[in-house]
């Protein structure tokens, strides 16, 4: 089992890598390219927001292949778009090939889960899940602080460096995972589950959570300067604290779900993380009491994805694929969403970055409200077959198949 998850992981730590080392370089990029750091925080709004929509599309024209086949053509479009990244020595170009890259990484996220859940035997599946997220998690423990750091002589080559970690993945891939046929699914299949209110309400959740983390962090380099006092070195090892932090939380999330109710294992974290965003003024006065932060932080936001995955997957196992690609697409819309509304309110009220905490808590605090309200309209167990009758349109077909 662990041969085949072992690819999948380092895949998802390929993206991870990618979506979060932006904005440690931040100051870097906005410098080289000639514009203002919310400007080139859009760099990562754009980046998310084109995840997020062509994740559902291109899931569906890929339908048809076994995940290995659409996991190695994902993963040679993100690393040619970030070559193309690197090479780039203009905003407008840089812009591009950010788009580009984005549409390789959303379909590696979602391939690799649906696989994950595909080859996984049920009383293990949280913590299969668990081991391929926690390559985007690890990337913020390491990949993230290494890519800081890597970067600030020059910027461009962290990008030929996660390059490099995808075409290893893409390697891996090709060589140690079986092939993993699961139901196709038109783009008409993939968007149906919306209509339903119970799918809707666990993505207005991961959305709501995401932007509300991505509110501050787009912009944590200058959130911290005082904390740091502008060095890149501390704020490699304050990342390095919030990443291992996540890595922490996605490790004890797939645990737990496997044991209880992923609801209720929700719900401390989401209040743990509401509270930390609104003190984050406080919290980083000083390097010891922002490295605190950042790791209980960290914990916090690691648990999310692993219990949300579960009861998506929970309302039709048929349809998995499907649900987890749209939970996909929430995260990176809230990230979207979370840096641009970070970028505007820095525009629009003229408020120094380490004030986001306070617009950032709020929208988390958002998420646990609703995720509180959700919580109480408990889905029934689904049956072993893999749909519930009346609930949720499954993928055509069932199960995955391995070969």
């Not at 040679?76 to 203009?90: H, K």
């Not at 950032?360 to 998420?367: F, I, N, R, S």
């Not at 049956?383 to 198949?401: E, M, N, Q, R």
């Amino acid at each position: 089992m662990l041969r085949r998850l072992l690819p999948l992981a380092l895949a998802t730590f390929a993206v991870g890598t990618d979506s979060y080392v932006i904005a440690g370089l931040l100051p870097a990029i906005a410098t080289d390219l000639g514009v203002s750091t919310p400007a080139a925080g859009q760099l990562v709004t754009v980046f998310a927001l084109v995840m997020a929509l062509s994740a559902p599309v291109m899931g569906a024209l890929t339908s048809g292949l076994d995940r290995r086949t659409a996991l190695l053509i994902a993963l040679g479009v993100f690393v040619a778009g970030n070559a193309v990244t690197a090479l780039g020595t203009g905003y407008a170009l840089v812009m591009i090939a950010r788009m580009v890259t984005a549409v390789g990484a959303g379909m590696i996220n979602s391939a690799a889960s649906s696989t994950a859940g595909a080859i996984a035997p049920p009383e293990r599946r949280g913590r299969a899940l668990a081991f391929v997220m926690g390559g985007l998690t690890l990337a913020t423990a390491s990949g993230l602080p290494l890519g800081t750091l890597i970067g600030r002589t020059d910027w461009h080559i962290t990008l030929w460096a996660v390059a490099g970690i995808g075409l290893v993945a893409a390697l891996g891939i090709a060589a140690g995972l079986p092939r993993v046929t699961l139901p196709a699914a038109s783009l008409g299949d993939r968007l149906r589950p919306l209509r339903q209110g119970r799918v809707l309400a666990l993505l207005a959740v991961t959305m709501l959570v995401f932007l509300g983390a991505y509110t501050l962090y787009t912009y944590i380099g200058p959130a911290l300067r005082d904390a740091t006092g502008g060095s890149e070195s501390l704020l490699a090892v304050i990342l390095l604290a919030w990443g291992i932090g996540v890595l922490a939380g996605n490790v004890v999330a797939g645990r737990l779900v496997d044991r209880h109710d992923p609801a209720r294992v929700l719900t401390g974290p989401l209040a743990v993380a509401a509270v930390a965003l609104a003190l984050t003024s406080v919290a980083t006065a000083t390097l010891v009491s922002t490295l605190a932060w950042a790791a209980i932080w960290g914990v916090a936001l690691g648990v999310v994805v692993v219990p949300q995955q579960h009861r998506l997957i929970a309302l039709s196992p048929a349809a998995a694929p499907v649900l987890l690609g749209l939970n996909s697409s929430a995260i990176y819309a809230g990230m979207a969403l979370g840096g641009g509304l970070g970028g505007l309110v820095q525009e629009w009220f003229a408020i120094v970055p380490a004030a986001l905490g306070l617009p950032a808590a709020g929208v988390t605090a958002l998420a646990l409200l609703h995720h509180l309200a959700t919580a109480r309209r408990r889905s029934p167990a689904a049956p072993p077959s893999g749909g519930a009758a009346g609930s949720l349109p499954a993928a055509p077909g069932s199960g995955g198949y391995l070969t």
